[in-house]
């Protein structure tokens, strides 16, 4: 086990809803990146929190945005759901935010939009 | 768009026997990490390997990198059944300080008891 957890499992709603995805970091880790995972694809990069700030973002729509909290915990929340929104969404910890160190990732959450 | 690219795509064996699966990449990278995933789950890291490293080994496994021809290679020997799993490379762009990964699609790999 890597020490990062997400919540929830599995969640579906509707075109158009707003939903909130949660991710708790590895003790020690103050750097959290969020990935979308398209099924039969890689994750691709959303974007990533360093020290509660923005630090980095993929090639997605504003209504992805994201948190991070005092104690390093972090939030994806996506806007105006489209059906192609639907993949495994996943968080992964680091420590320091830059290139080089391994990142360890969540479970995963698997979103579902009708 | 995708950085890395892993071949084959399926690779089926049994027991016993060794998986070598590949990975080729565009542009320069600073490192570059395998991960396993079951089943559509999380991604477990194996490796990591930086551009300045040609080999490095992990038990079963042993990763190889060629800066040169931009490819690693991803070595399980001995394979057992629990092994059967998705493999991605994923690696960053050289002079880049955030730690963005890129993925490949993986290879999927069954090993038959």
């Known amino acids: 086990e890597t020490g990062v957890t997400q919540s929830p499992t599995h969640l579906i709603k509707t075109r158009g809803q707003q939903v909130t995805l949660r991710c708790s970091s590895q003790s020690g880790h103050n750097t959290v990146s969020w990935y979308q995972q398209a099924l039969g694809q890689g994750p691709q990069f959303i974007f990533q929190?360093?020290?509660?700030?923005?630090?980095g973002r993929g090639n997605f729509p504003p209504r992805f945005s994201g948190l991070q909290f005092p104690n390093y915990s972090s939030e994806l929340n996506v806007n105006a759901l489209e059906l192609d929104d639907s993949a495994l969404y996943l968080c992964?910890?680091?420590?320091?935010?830059?290139?080089?160190?391994?990142?360890?990732f969540g479970p995963g959450t698997r979103l579902l939009v009708l | 768009s995708q950085q890395g690219e892993e071949d084959p795509q399926a690779l089926s064996i049994q027991e016993g026997e060794n998986a070598t699966m590949n990975c080729s990449y565009k542009?320069?990278?600073?490192?570059l990490q395998w991960y396993r995933q079951n089943s559509g789950r999380g991604l477990v890291h194996l490796i990591l390997?930086?551009?300045?490293?040609r080999e490095k080994h992990s038990g079963r496994l042993r990763v190889t990198l060629d800066t040169s021809k931009k490819s690693s290679s991803l070595l399980i020997t001995a394979s057992r059944a629990a092994d059967t799993a998705s493999y991605f490379c994923a690696t960053d762009f050289m002079g880049s300080t955030l730690g963005r990964l890129y993925f490949g699609r993986g290879t999927q790999l069954t090993v038959w008891p």
């Open positions: 929190y360093y020290r509660e700030e923005e630090n």
């Open positions: 390997i930086r551009s300045n490293e």
């Open positions: 992964a910890s680091t420590q320091g935010g830059g290139a080089g160190e391994t990142q360890y």
């Open positions: 542009t320069s990278i600073n490192n």
